[in-house]
């Protein structure tokens, strides 16, 4: 077999999408005068706003007649499982590693995760050409990695390529750029091997990934383990980890990765990744196999969800008015949906039929799928997010978090103050040019909120990521935030007169004209109670003028949050409440009388 399985994994922003985009376009398939976007991996809107891979993909190219088949993999750790089930598909990876950052959080668990799989590795330090790029240290820094999880004397031997993704070069030396990526192909050729599968015997092929087509439905992507599959057969169905029966069903048609398409096939042998549909129910994890011989293969461990949040139907007063689907149902089923193409995500009932908890791998990957979803026309309502406790031998214990800051000098005693705090303790922290790079261990709790925070705290120059490190016995409550709310009074439209008389309170989240109702969260008071405000207060008209009382109103410019602030912001007795038009925070209970009634029964 001419082919290779690769996939190219780490950090995020380390420069795998780009570097695809070279790839592709060296082996030719583009025209000469093509007009190409960048990224063009990333084809979904949130992909391309945020400038992160959220779902892996697919590519094929051509060199030298070898097929290489390409997966471009998520760098950001909330998506990590798409990262661990990605790895079944293939023999090989591309570990990617910045000049400049050396190894980062994600960088370790995806190495990890492939030395587990006993995959080959191909060492890629990319972005050589940046001034500061310090290419030799980051490769003792990736070797004490290989060292530190434990590889075997073959791994720690891996061979090294120096590259620019964005210039189109590599080579084996940082000193010599290079002028294409041939060393880099040369190099998959050589090292990579041809997937281990067996040619002959019946029809077998593990699902990894599902996509969605209006027109032909589910659409599963895996990799065939043996044999030879064939659009038209009848298949069965079976999955090893689930205790449903295996049911016959047929494939209808059968596609092949060439550039960036998929190309109908009639067939496809034995280590080949491809794409088939006719399958209505078909799942990650799944084994299509021949009727002669029915095997379920074993599907790759994924990590357990830690944070969880409510999902619940909206019931503000303004529920119903920018939404299109807004029912319980249309909200159970979407959740329902989103399971069948996000393995790391969970759904479980509550004691109430219109809320659901939903729990992912942190808020990031949480705060994509309420952006998803607001986007299709749904709209609903959450509460804060929370971690997810485990009992072990009868201990309460929490979720843990590696946080890696890369920080100006001046910001270090600012944001060790603020870990200590959050009951972060410092493992180790080292010089990075003029920067210091610190790594904490912190319950993920204590990270709730916390990222504007670094960013003031670092006056926007910081960079912080994280990764999950296991369990630890609970180590005492966290405060997440020392500021109340402003809560409007009464309901009707922000006018200016009401919003300056509340601007000297704190921060407001709203501008003139803005519908607010009572109970609706309008600014962050500067003291640590919440704090009543009415923003619909109009000025008393009167025969009567003063002399330079009437001027124009001088107004602070709004702070306007997005989904990932607003998640960072509410409280407990708060919600968020998500339309295709509108973040809305709310207090759960929405008169205050009920909240001043609670509040002094509860002191």
């Known amino acids: 077999m001419n082919l290779r399985n690769i996939a190219i994994i780490a950090h995020v922003d380390h420069g795998k999408t780009t570097l695809v985009d070279e790839m592709l376009s060296q082996a030719g398939v583009f025209r000469q005068n093509q007009t190409v976007v960048e990224r063009i991996m990333d084809s979904g809107d949130l992909e391309r706003e945020r400038g992160i891979t959220i779902l892996a993909k697919n590519t094929a190219i ?46 370790r668990f995806v190495l990890a995760r492939a030395l587990e799989l006993q995959l080959k590795v191909i060492v890629v330090i990319n972005k050589i050409d940046k001034p500061e790029a310090r290419s030799y240290q980051v490769v ?9 999880l434990d590889a075997t004397d073959e791994q720690l031997d891996s061979p090294i390529i120096f ?38 015997g019946p029809a077998q092929l593990l699902v990894s990934s599902i996509d ?23 298949i069965i169905i079976c999955n090893k980890a689930s205790d449903s029966e295996p049911y016959k069903s047929k494939l209808v048609n059968l596609y092949e990765i060439e550039d960036l398409r998929r190309v109908p096939a009639e067939s496809a042998d034995a280590g080949a990744i491809v794409c088939f549909s006719g399958v209505e129910n078909i799942n990650i994890g799944d084994t299509v196999c021949d009727p002669s011989r029915i095997e379920a293969l074993p599907f790759a ?64 990957h949480l705060s994509i799928l309420m952006e998803t979803m607001r986007r299709e ?26 946080l890696v800051c890369d920080v100006p000098e001046s910001a270090v005693g600012a944001v060790m103050e603020k870990m200590g705090q959050r009951k972060g303790e410092l493992r180790h922290m080292s010089p990075v040019g003029n920067r210091m790079r610190m790594e904490f261990v912190v319950p ?111 107004l602070t410019p709004a702070k306007i949050m997005n989904m990932e602030e607003s998640l ?15 973040l809305r925070l709310r207090k759960r209970e929405l008169s205050h009388e009920k909240r001043m009634r609670k509040r002094k029964t509860k002191e």
């Not at 590599?170 to 067996?198: H, K, M, Q, R």
């Not at 960072?568 to 509108?582: G, H, K, M, N």
């Open 568 to 582: 960072e912001f509410i409280a407990d007795d708060e919600l968020l409440e998500v339309t295709p038009q509108s």
């Open 62 to 107: 051509r060199w030298n007649d070898v097929k290489i088949n390409i997966v471009d993999t998520p760098g950001h750790a909330d998506f990590s499982g798409e990262v661990e089930r990605i790895l079944k598909m293939v023999s090989g990876v591309l570990l990617l590693v910045d000049a400049v950052e050396g190894p980062m959080p994600q960088t």
């Open 212 to 234: 969605y087509n209006e027109y032909v439905g589910r659409i599963g992507i895996g990799r065939v383990e043996r044999g030879t599959i064939r659009a038209g057969q009848e």
């Open 163 to 200: 590259c620019s993704g964005r210039a189109g070069t590599a080579s084996l030396a940082p000193e010599d750029a290079g002028s294409d990526l041939t060393a880099l192909f040369n190099t998959i050729l050589s090292y990579i091997p041809e997937p281990e599968v067996t040619k002959e």
């Open 377 to 402: 026309g749904y709209e609903f309502q959450v509460s804060t997010p929370r971690v997810l406790f485990k009992d072990i031998d009868g201990v309460r214990h929490e979720p843990l978090e590696c």
């Open 444 to 554: 993920a709790r204590g990270l709730f909120g916390y990222r504007s925070e670094f960013l003031t705290d670092t006056h926007g120059e910081g960079i912080m990521s994280s990764i999950s490190e296991g369990y630890v016995p609970f180590k005492g409550e966290v405060t997440r935030r020392h500021n109340g709310s402003m809560v409007a009074f009464e309901s009707g439209e922000a006018v200016g007169y009401g919003i300056h008389s509340a601007q000297e309170r704190g921060i407001l989240f709203i501008t003139p004209g803005t519908p607010v109702y009572a109970g609706q969260v309008v600014g962050q008071n500067a003291k640590g109670d919440d704090l009543t405000v009415n923003v619909c207060k109009r000025k008393q008209l009167t025969n009567f003028r003063a002399s330079g009382s009437d001027d124009s109103l001088r």
């Open 301 to 364: 461990r994924i990590s357990e969800p830690t944070v969880e949040m409510t999902f619940s139907v909206n019931d503000s007063p303004f529920a119903g008015r920018e939404g299109k689907f807004v029912t319980s149902r249309n909200l159970h089923d979407r959740l329902q949906n989103e399971l069948l193409r996000d393995v790391s995500l969970r759904v479980a009932d509550t004691n109430t039929t219109d809320s659901w908890n939903v729990a992912g791998r942190g808020e990031m």
């Open 140 to 148: 003792d820094e990736v070797l004490e990695l290989l060292m530190d």
